[in-house]
């Protein structure tokens, strides 16, 4: 029985631009029936098309992944993930940009050594880059709030515009869709300030 090549890939539901990913699997001689895309985070392996292309690798089979963030982000659960398909299920992993994560290219022992050195930091690097985006939105959020500014949508003001088209809506110069288009704010946000405004009157 010949051995199969399966590819897999990964890309944040925020980027949802898998072709990049799809080409160099198609380079490496891939069907792309037999190329699987999951859209979510990388943070573990509870992937739908991750756990089904792992349950459908036979010994001797190799699985292709563009880059190693894209295999997963956390260094336990990478190392986990690796020694299973490798040591249990005796597949093969390929990272098709790091060159020295391919064990098709090692069958001793010195070779697996290599191999599990360089996983060993490049997911630890992995996972200081996760926590280090995170610490850095974290900080920057505090900073923002320190210095007043204000994240989200920002809140609607009673202005004089408002009040001005206030009156006219009030004694029927204005109906309520010019009114709001003359304050250039949105229906709900026009209630909301109207209700606002007559609540302090």
Request: glycine share 6%.
């Amino acid at each position: 029985m010949n051995n199969r090549k399966f590819g897999y890939i990964r890309v944040s539901s925020k980027d949802q631009n898998e072709g990049r990913q799809i080409e160099a699997m198609k380079q490496v001689g891939i069907d792309e029936r037999d190329i699987f895309i999951d859209k979510q985070s990388g943070k573990d392996f509870n992937r739908k098309n991750y756990q089904l292309v792992k349950m459908m690798l036979r010994e001797g089979d190799v699985l292709y992944v563009q880059s190693l963030d894209r295999f997963g982000r956390n260094k336990e659960a990478i190392l986990n993930e690796w020694q299973d398909i490798t040591k249990n299920i005796r597949a093969h992993i390929v990272i098709i940009d790091m060159p020295l994560l391919d064990t098709t290219k090692y069958q001793d022992n010195l070779g697996n050594l290599i191999t599990d050195l360089v996983l060993q930091i490049l997911s630890w690097l992995a996972e200081e880059e996760r926590t280090k985006i995170k610490t850095r939105q974290k900080e920057g959020i505090a900073l923002a709030k320190k210095q007043g500014m204000h994240l989200g949508r920002p809140k609607a003001k009673i202005t004089a515009e408002f009040i001005t088209v206030y009156n006219a809506w009030k004694i029927g110069e204005l109906t309520a869709v010019e009114a709001m288009k003359q304050a250039d704010i949105a229906k709900t946000t026009f209630y909301r300030l109207v209700k606002k405004y007559e609540g302090q009157n």
